[in-house]
């Protein structure tokens, strides 16, 4: 597994709509040979609540430039996040 230690960087995400969201990297992970991502909204309040959005490294076809997807396989989807509340959950353990 590759583990970024919660690297704490914040990215701005831009959708296939045009939509914008700034989102903060919490940990990345390698699963089943692929590397995906979580992230938390970076403009959030303590009384919000929020889903940990994970996102998939991928290749663009024709070029080796990366680009973070959105996973549409609800298996996939699941296997990985419980993976990222288990790594997160822990780190909290730690602290």
């Known amino acids: ?4 230690e919660f690297g704490n960087d914040i990215l701005t995400l831009t959708d296939d ?16 040979g692929s590397i995906y991502m979580a992230f938390l909204p ?5 009384d919000d609540s929020y889903d940990l959005i994970v996102m998939k490294v991928e290749k663009t076809e024709g070029s ?4 973070l997807a959105t996973l549409e396989d609800e298996v996939e989807l699941s296997e990985v996040f419980a993976i ?3 790594r997160l959950e822990q780190s909290f353990e730690d602290e």
């Open 84 to 86: 990222f509340a288990e």
């Open 42 to 46: 970076a403009e959030m309040s303590v």
């Open 64 to 67: 080796e430039e990366e680009i």
């Open 17 to 32: 709509d045009g939509n914008v969201l700034e989102v903060e990297h919490l940990d990345t992970i390698e699963h089943n």
């Open 1 to 4: 597994m590759m583990d970024d």
